[in-house]
């Protein structure tokens, strides 16, 4: 059934305005400008122009301020104001973003720009809530700020979108020499506490690896023409540790992405998790946080890594410092 002509006429109203209200929020337009842009909404004549100044009124209505500059004969549309719905809760959780995105943080510029929007469209209740300081803060880790580790982290994020392999070299910490990377799939890049890693996988080696950022050569990556594959898939360590009672009565903390808590107690009290981590790095790394209060079970390939672990730091404190 064909609409009647009046509820046709509110629907050209709105779209113009909505045209109208796009174009000279991306920059400011001249006159002439609007007309080029919008010829079915405007004509170059004085009832366009007499159209266009109605317009206008009804998007300061909106809560948008209406910006005309003299010298250039140009308009604009900046906001000030413009009602939202936020919850407080929906407040409060920005105050707590903007408070934990602090200098020096991954996105932290990008983030509190977008935060700085946002708070010009609050209204003036909401302004004043969002500008407490928050009762909850999450405190990241400042991140690696050197300029050759900011080139390679734009590449390699540069390669991921674009879905393409690349050629590198890499450095390890635990090594003397550097290693070739001709062929690898980046897959993803993370940060966690204070450096950037990044998932790749070794089509040469047909597994994956984690890689800090810090430790790849500058300049050695190359984008390469061909095409991820998206072939790899997580191979996780799998393992069993012992937590002891004075832990385990305080709850397990999740501190691996697969954890499985036997609640039968063993000879000595305490629980037994079976985890996984992506790493044995990750896995003994984790469990030295418990200090004496956790032992690695099985496998015996990674029990024997941290005994050794263990051993070396038993003589690196056996010594007497001067």
């Known amino acids: 059934m064909k609409k009647p002509s009046s509820d046709a006429s509110a629907y050209q109203v709105v779209d113009r305005l909505l045209a109208l209200r796009g174009l000279l929020r991306a920059r400011p337009h001249t ?20 159209k266009l100044r109605r317009d206008l009124q009804y998007l300061a209505r909106w809560g948008y301020d209406v910006e005309r500059d003299s010298a250039t004969k140009t308009y604009a549309l900046t906001i000030t104001e413009i009602e939202h719905d936020w919850t ?6 920005l105050a707590t973003l903007r408070e934990s995105f602090a200098s020096g943080t991954p996105c932290a510029e990008t983030i509190q ?10 209204n ?15 405190r990241f880790t400042a991140a690696e700020d050197t300029a050759p580790t900011t080139g390679v982290r734009q590449k390699l994020e540069s390669a991921i979108q674009r879905h393409q392999r690349i050629r590198f070299r890499y450095k390890p910490s635990d090594r003397p020499r550097i290693i070739d990377h001709p062929d690898d799939e980046p897959i993803e890049l993370f940060f966690d506490e204070g450096h950037y890693y990044m998932w790749t996988y070794c089509y040469k080696m047909s597994r994956m690896y984690k890689f800090r950022v810090s430790m790849i050569v500058p300049d050695s990556i190359e984008i390469l023409p061909k095409r991820a594959e998206g072939r790899w898939q997580p191979q996780m360590v799998h393992f069993k540790y012992w937590l002891s009672p004075k832990i385990a009565e305080r709850s397990v903390s999740p501190r691996f ?5 036997d609640l039968e107690k063993s000879d000595k009290g305490g629980v037994i998790v079976t985890a996984s981590a992506s790493s044995e790095f990750q896995a003994i790394q984790e469990i030295l ?3 004496e209060q956790a032992e690695i079970l099985s496998p015996d390939s990674l029990r024997a890594k941290m005994r050794r672990v263990v051993e070396q730091m038993a003589l690196l404190y056996s010594r007497t410092v001067e």
């Not at 700085?116 to 609050?122: A, D, N, W």
């Open 31 to 50: 006159w002439t400008q609007i007309v080029s842009r919008l010829p079915d909404d405007y004509k170059d004549d004085d009832s366009g122009k007499r």
């Open 88 to 93: 407080e809760k929906e407040v409060l959780a």
């Open 113 to 122: 720009g977008l935060l700085g929007k946002i708070e010009q469209g609050l």
């Open 124 to 138: 003036e209740d909401n302004r004043s809530l969002y500008k407490r300081k928050p009762a909850l803060t999450i």
């Open 257 to 261: 992405p697969d954890m499985d808590i």
């Open 289 to 291: 946080r418990y200090g």
